[in-house]
């Protein structure tokens, strides 16, 4: 069974950092494209930024483009998510899921091309 973990949440003032943890048990991380979502409450889960199975295609959303980057350790079994100037919208439970594709290419961020998806973690920022 596909399980996902994520982790590295926490209470950040505005302009910090955090680095958020997707891990994989179960199955080899390195076959699946992974998508970072997250839900604010009383909205919709959105897709946040989404990176292939190599590693060399990342895609992110435009609110945060220039601040969030994945990466990914294959070797690990684990795909990341390094936050930075953060701001008390990006307030949210940050979640991570797979996506099987052709080639490995990251789909595009929505819900339904994703699956696996992990317990989310929360992240709130806020001074």
């Known amino acids: 069974q596909l399980q996902l973990v994520e982790s590295g949440g926490g209470l950040v003032q505005p302009g910090g950092s955090l680095r958020l943890s997707c891990a994989a048990s179960?199955?080899?991380?390195?076959?699946?494209?992974i998508g970072w979502f997250r839900q604010a409450p009383g909205k919709e889960r959105e897709g946040v930024s989404c990176i292939s199975t190599s590693g060399g295609m990342r895609t992110d959303a435009d609110s945060v483009k220039g601040r969030f980057t994945s990466s990914r350790d294959n070797a690990k079994n684990t795909v990341y998510l390094q936050m930075n100037s953060l701001k008390p919208e990006d307030t949210a439970t940050y979640y991570c899921?797979?996506?099987?594709?052709?080639?490995?290419?990251?789909?595009?961020?929505?819900?339904?091309?994703?699956?696996?998806w992990g317990q989310g973690t929360q992240v709130t920022v806020s001074s």
């Open positions: 899921a797979a996506a099987r594709t052709v080639g490995g290419a990251c789909p595009q961020i929505v819900l339904r091309n994703f699956n696996s």
């Open positions: 179960g199955f080899t991380l390195g076959y699946y494209a």
